[in-house]
């Protein structure tokens, strides 16, 4: 059975940083496609980053590029997305997501596995 669970939430001020985790289960990283997408309040889902095994170069939203940064630990099965700099925009629920298959993403759809979010607020 797949599972994805995020952990790493919470309340931050302005400018500060939180590192979001995502536990996997049930696949491997070298197979699948993972992804960060969020949704602020009131707003639809939102792209965040991507990461392909064996590509070098992950993939980044314009919104967090510079400031966020997506890695895997294969060894402990989990996705991480460091976020510094932290902006009152950023505010969202975050969730992991994973879709078959090696070729970047960089939309909202189409994924095969979610997780059920943690919540980032950050506060001006």
């Known amino acids: 059975e797949v599972q994805l669970a995020e952990s790493g939430g919470g309340l931050v001020q302005s400018g500060g940083s939180l590192r979001l985790s995502c536990a996997v289960s049930g696949f491997s990283f070298d197979d699948y496609t993972v992804s960060w997408v969020r949704q602020a309040p009131g707003k639809g889902l939102e792209w965040v980053s991507s990461?392909?095994?064996?590509?070098?170069?992950?993939y980044y939203a314009d919104s967090v590029k510079g400031r966020f940064t997506i890695s895997t630990d294969n060894a402990k099965s989990t996705l991480y997305l460091q976020m510094n700099s932290l902006k009152p925009e950023d505010t969202a629920v975050y969730y992991c997501?994973?879709?078959?298959?090696?070729?970047?993403?960089?939309?909202?759809?189409?994924?095969?596995?979610w997780g059920q979010g943690t919540q980032v607020t950050v506060s001006s």
């Open positions: 997501a994973a879709v078959l298959g090696l070729a970047p993403k960089v939309t909202t759809d189409g994924y095969d596995y």
């Open positions: 990461i392909v095994n064996y590509i070098t170069t992950p």
